[in-house]
Each structure stands twice: as C-alpha cells, then as structure tokens.
C-alpha cells in the first residue's frame, strides 16, 4: 500500500505523491511561501514522486497534470482556500493526546448520538461541541457519530458533497479541532464514530478524474458517477480510501468509521474492497492494542455484510437497520408514502425485533420484488437503530423532526422501541428533549447551474410523498441556521420531561440485564392486536414490555406469565408527563393490562 498526498517523516523532509497513471509529465506547483515548479518522477504504478528540504508548514501547492492546469492535491490534508484553492502542507502535529489509557466503547454497550457539528451549536465549531458533551454523559451516550467532516463546497454542507477525503472542514475548525473533540469525548469515556463516504464524490471541486481512472461508466449511483472499485487501475482507487480510513484511525484516534451507503458501493471482485477494508482496520487495531469498528449503511438486508471474514462474509461490525426505523414511524406517525408503504402492521414492528430486518425475502411493494433474506445467527449488537437521524428527518420536504409529527405519548412511544431494543440504538441530535428545529438540507456551492440543479433535485424527490408545503431552498444560510439546535429547550416542561424520560430508559438498559444482553434468541414477542407483547431474558433477569401502537386504550390479557411481576415504567404516567397510569402495578402469573393509547409499560420479574 501506498501513503498519498504530502507529508512529513522523521527525516524532517517534505514528501509528495500522487497517482496519475496516465499522466506523462506531472509538477508540483508551490505558490506559497514561494512561486515555483518542481518537477516530479515517475514511480511504479502510475505514482508521482518528490521530496523537498526546507519547506515549512503551511506552504500551499498544487499539482499539474500532464504538466498543465493546476489541481489541488485528492488526498490534501487542508484546503484553506476551499474546494478550488491550492491545498496546505500539513505540519507534524504537535498535539498531545491524553488518551493513552482509553480502550474504547463495545459495541453492545454503545448509546450512540449522531450530530451534525455545524448545526449542533450556534458556533458549528468541534470546539463548541466539545462545551456540550457533558450533557450527552450525563444522558447516557458514550459515543458520538459524526456526520461527514471531508472538506466539502463553502462554510455548510451535510458533508456528503465532500471532495477532499482526508481535509477536514475548515469552517468546524479543521484537523486540530477534530482531534480536540476526539480526546475530550475519550477523556468523558465516550467514543466517536466518523461518517465517511467511499460511493461517491461531490458534484463541485472534484478533480479526481484529472488525475486517473478514479470513476466507472459500468455502475451509477443516485449521486452521480460510481467509484471504480473492480475495473483497470482500482487497486490504487482502492489504496486511495482504504489508506484514507486508516489515517482517521490513526491521526484522529477515532473509534469507528460508519460507511454511507454501502449498497452503493460496486464491485465484483472476488476480494471485495469492503472485505479488503475490514481486514485492513482489524490488523490495525491489532497493531494499536484496541479494535476499531466499521458500521455500515445498507439497505440490501443481507446479511453477508455482517458475517466475519473467516465466514466468507464481509466483516463489517454492525450495520444500520433501515427497517426498524420505517416500521416505528409508519406505526406512530400513521404515514404510508413512498417507502413507508411497505410498513403497516404492529406484526412487522415484532419480526423487527426478533431479527433486525422486516423483509427478509419478503415481496416489497414499493420495490415491486422480493427483498431481502434472513440475518440468521447475527446478534443484535450487529444492527443500529433509530426511530429518527440526518437521513429520515432531513429528507423530509420541510425538515420535520417527531416534535413535529407525533404527540409527546407518540415520541415516548418511539424512544422506548429504540431504547428497549435488543438492538444497539442511535439518538438523532435533539431528539431527546423534542427539539423543534427542523433539520433541513443545506448546501453553499458557488455554481449558479448546480445550485439550481441541487433545488430542482430536491422538489423531484418527495413526488412520491404526499407532504406538505415548500421546500426550504437548499442554499439559503437560512436555511441552514433554522436547522441549528435550541438548547434553552432541554429544561422547558414536555422536553424536560422527555429528555428524563429518555434518561430513565437508558439506565433501564444498562440496569437491568435482560436489556443489556443484545442476544436475539433471547427475545419473544406475542401480538395482541395492535400491541406487541415483548419479553426478553438474561439469566434470572426477565423483563416484559409492551408497545400499544393504537390511537386507542387496548386491554391486554396475559394468560401464562410465571412469576410475580412489578411495574418499572409506564410511559402514562403522571410523572412523564402522561394522562395517568391505568397499567397494573404488580401482578402474578397472568393479568389483564389496561394500555393506553400509543403508551408502553415494562415489567420485571421479581425473584419470590
């Protein structure tokens, strides 16, 4: 494998190298501190080559291929200028970590929180997160996703328009920045996640295709053209994101990369890049002393994501489960379109629960064929789920989050499916305390055709949704400052209430073991109508929950319960805020439960 880019060795000498395989002559241009061309040498594989003395930090560069127009560097440590401008020579960081002695979160241990830094705080700094980071300790997260920080088209972005894959964004801060967020989050014990994007690359300030065979015609993806994982010249395109994941391990200590959109990654090799990349980060973790973990996003259901490499499978961690957030919405928001016209029974939020996947070869209406195939013998700490994140709120025409949508019994409803999962669960920013901001997309391009391209976009997408006013303009700072997060709300009546509540199901989960054991066999689940009956076991530790999804009070019977049975959470409670507790208190072997509507109640098994 080969490094890229430009970078600094103990031989106090100024490295370059790029792949530019079909160049005949490439140059490096310095055009600060001093205008000058340095030529470059030719290396095995279509690498470009030189060395300099003397050249200090921060020195900006670009390189010429075929001798001509200059390009900014594809693996540029900083962009200073923007996606058009001359990359920055990196310096040999001078940071001092404290974390030394942090050895990480398991993956079935994991609260996992995905933020978005620009719009997290009124700063959009890695600096201003770090201030809030106390209040997701003392929530109960202990790790952090990030959505994209790659440098990416002006000050805002969702960070999927990224070009410069190992630059970190300049408006949050950039790479000293991100390094002070990952050592506080170590020292706090919370671990962070990276979202990183190998699929595709953004639409402004892309040159990869100046400078190889980085792109496919053979495969589209819904953003543009594919990666060229399988075809003449990808095992460089492949060293070119696998040394790319390695240096986020590595310079940035970070804790686990969750790959977007991994069905949209092609490739036909017998050795896929993704299985290439799983052995990768696991023979660095071995070589560090502490493992990192690779989350994928796929919407195939199919389990070879998951399995272990010596089981022919791809070796990733853990994947996101798109099914149990569509199912939880369409049951407690009511909704039907696009997508969600394949969820509709409380039948399908109980196979969620016992699998992970809803369609497992299951015809799907909206797909119009069979999709999908059972996840058999994956554990639950394999699938993330959420009832909200970046994707489902942000993809909405006006950015609707479920303060919007759902009632407070409908959001404490939602919590308690994700929370009370034998999943691993992700809290979208905010959703906590209800925060009432939208989360809109945003983007500032300075192409006049592609800014309207990108709001056209936008309007074509949700022709299949029957949702409701206009669609914020996609490039409007507006647009993006509405979508920050108000923080005042955490302490005002009903999102009090929620974010306690939020509180008590995470240290239920961590509390009790029977919802600490991620172990799908363990789960049972019984319908009774519109509630689903769920019971879940570890040892001598037995909890049972009950999730009514209707609009109305349900009496359940339960006939064969063995045991004496207490109350631990009723969602109706008077105390979080609810119209008052009719679920019984206590109970042996069998009882008939009072469920209001859209509430959940949980009971322990108590040892006499």
Not at 107 to 113: G, K, P, R, T
Not at 137 to 149: F, M, T, W, Y
Request: charged share 25%.
């Amino acid at each position: 494998m080969a490094e890229v880019g430009a970078w600094y060795n103990s031989d106090q000498l100024a490295h370059f190298r790029v792949w530019a395989p079909e160049s005949n002559d490439v140059r490096l241009h310095l055009v600060a501190p001093e205008d000058r061309i340095v030529p470059m040498t030719r290396c095995d594989r279509g690498y470009w080559e030189t060395t300099l003395e003397g050249l200090e930090p921060g020195a900006r560069y670009f390189f010429q291929p075929d001798g001509h127009q200059d390009r900014p560097d594809p693996a540029s440590r900083s962009q200073p200028e923007g996606v058009h401008g001359p990359s920055e020579l990196v310096g040999r960081s001078t940071f001092r970590w404290s974390d030394r002695a942090w050895k990480g979160v398991p993956l079935e241990e994991m609260i996992q929180y995905e933020l978005h830094i620009g719009a997290f705080t009124d700063a959009g700094t890695f600096d201003a997160a770090i201030e809030r980071l106390d209040d997701l300790r003392d929530l109960g997260v202990n790790a952090i996703e990030l959505l994209p920080v790659a440098q990416n088209p002006g000050e805002r972005n969702w960070g999927y328009d990224g070009v410069y894959p190992y630059a970190v964004q300049k408006s949050y801060g950039g790479g000293e920045g991100l390094k002070r967020l990952v050592d506080a989050c170590h020292s706090r014990g919370i671990a962070v996640i990276l979202d990183v994007v190998y699929n595709h690359m953004g639409p402004e300030g892309n040159y990869l295709g100046c400078y190889g065979p980085y792109f496919t015609d053979r495969y589209r993806t819904p953003w543009g053209q594919a990666m060229n994982f399988d075809g003449a010249g990808s095992n460089e395109v492949r060293n070119f994101f696998i040394e790319n994941a390695l240096y986020w391990l590595r310079v940035f200590h970070i804790d686990a990369l969750r790959l977007d959109a991994t069905h949209a990654i092609f490739d036909i090799n017998a050795r896929p890049f993704l299985q290439e990349l799983a052995e990768r980060v696991r023979e660095f973790g071995e070589h560090d002393g502490r493992p990192r973990l690779l989350i994928a996003e796929s919407d195939l259901n199919d389990a070879r994501i998951l399995r272990p490499l010596d089981e022919h499978g791809l070796g990733m961690d853990a994947q996101w489960s798109d099914d149990f957030h569509h199912i939880v919405h369409a049951l407690t928001t009511g909704e039907r379109d696009g997508y969600y016209m394949d969820f509709h029974s409380p039948a399908q939020f109980a196979k969620a629960l016992s699998t992970g996947y809803v369609y497992t070869g299951d015809h799907s209406e909206f797909r119009n064929h069979n999709h999908g195939r059972p996840p058999i013998g994956r554990p639950g700490r394999q699938f993330v789920v959420c009832v909200q994140n970046h994707d489902q709120v942000g993809n909405r025409a006006t950015g609707e989050r479920f303060s919007h949508l759902l009632t407070h019994e409908g959001r404490k409803l939602a919590a308690g499916c994700m929370l009370i999962s034998p999943f691993v669960p992700m809290l979208f920013m905010g959703e906590e305390y209800a925060e009432d901001a939208p989360f809109l997309y945003f983007v500032n391009h300075s192409d006049a055709n592609l800014i309207e391209a990108v709001r056209n976009g936008r309007r074509e997408e949700f022709e299949s949704f029957d949702w409701q006013g206009e669609v914020p303009d996609p490039q409007a700072e507006e647009t993006f400052e509405l979508s920050k997060l108000n923080w005042k709300l955490r302490g005002k009546g009903e999102h009090k209430l929620l974010l306690d509540f939020y509180r008590e199901l995470i240290a239920l989960r961590r509390g009790l073991p029977a919802l600490s054991n991620l172990e799908k066999e363990s789960v049972e689940t019984t319908l009774h109508g519109d509630v689903v009956e769920m019971t879940r076991l570890q040892g001598t530790s037995c909890v049972k929950v009950l999730f009514n999804f209707s609009q109305k009070s349900e009496a359940i019977s339960i006939e064969r319960a063995p045991g004496r049975w207490m109350r631990r959470l009723d969602s109706a409670a008077d105390s979080w805020g609810g119209t008052g507790a009719t679920a019984l208190v206590q109970w042996q072997d069998r009882a008939t439960i009072e469920m209001p509507p859209q509430s959940l109640a949980l009971y322990v098994r108590t040892k006499d």
